[in-house]
Nanobody, 122 residues
Framework: QVQLVESGGGLVQVGGSLNLSCAAS????????MAWYRQAPGKQRESVAI???????NYADSVKGRFTISRDNAKNTVYLQMNSLKPEDTAVYYC????????????????WGQGTQVTVSS
């Protein structure tokens, strides 16, 4: 099994910054993509940013230029640096990863973290 544990959420004022982290642990042979999603109250979960094993990144239009996703493969960790935060960024942020658990297992399984709350106050 694989566990994803997020940290770094909290309460911040408009225009402030937060840096989220998500560490993967457990049965890991390799990690393909790592991503961040968010879900605001009453809304569907949406993709925020994704980074591939080749460090290709993609962002939702709403966060381009403000958020930066990065990863440390040695630590199996993905980060989300969030700057110029807005009230509409308030949500529970979830980590997501595609993990290959062993040399024998050819497929990648999708895993989710438990989420971390980000609240931007005006």
């Amino acid at each position: 099994q694989v566990q994803l544990v997020e940290s770094g959420g909290g309460l911040v004022q408009v225009g402030g910054s937060l840096n989220l982290s998500c560490a993967a642990s457990g049965r890991i042979f390799s990690i393909n993509y790592m991503a961040w999603y968010r879900q605001a109250p009453g809304k569907q979960r949406e993709s925020v940013a994704i980074i591939t094993s080749g460090d290709t990144t993609n962002y939702a239009d709403s966060v381009k230029g403000r958020f930066t996703i990065s990863r440390d493969n040695a630590k199996n960790t993905v980060y989300l640096q969030m700057n110029s935060l807005k009230p509409e960024d308030t949500a529970v942020y979830y980590c997501n990863a595609g993990v290959r658990e062993s040399l024998i297992t050819m497929r990648y399984s999708n895993y989710w973290g438990q989420g971390t709350q980000v609240t931007v106050s005006s």
